[in-house]
């Protein structure tokens, strides 16, 4: 699995190891699906902050591709084929996208909708406005309960 940093958000190719950190800013680097990665650096470049992602495996038997995100930033509009979800419990998963459940396909005509569907988030970011949201960890302060 690719790596991207969660401080700078710049993707390294080198291969996730323990206890390695970002070349740039000495971040923190985190795993991601390598076929969502330049979307979810994008994404957070931009200043949509993500907590979690699948973009989907066609060898599963059932993928469930989504983005999730930290905090309160808003999506102007959602990529063609997905919906929004909303939770109020938890900062790390405020909401997300979802592409509708992958199941009972062949292994070839689960990698097609992923394919697809990975085109559909590619253009979307694309024309995101870049916005200024919190960072991260101020989002998540702002959200967690104080007691
Ligand atoms: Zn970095």
Known sequence: MATMCND??????????YGRWCKHCGGELVQIDELWLPIVSLLNQKGYYTSFCCSGHASDDFSSPYISFIGSCELPNLPKGFELEK???SPYFQFCIRHPYIENKS????????????VNLLDWVRNLPTVKNKLPHESVLSCGTTN
């Open 87 to 89: 939770y109020d419990d």
């Open 8 to 17: 700078c958000f710049e993707i390294d190719k080198r291969k996730y190891k």
């Open 107 to 118: 292994e070839f005509d689960a990698h097609i909708e992923i394919l697809n569907a990975t």
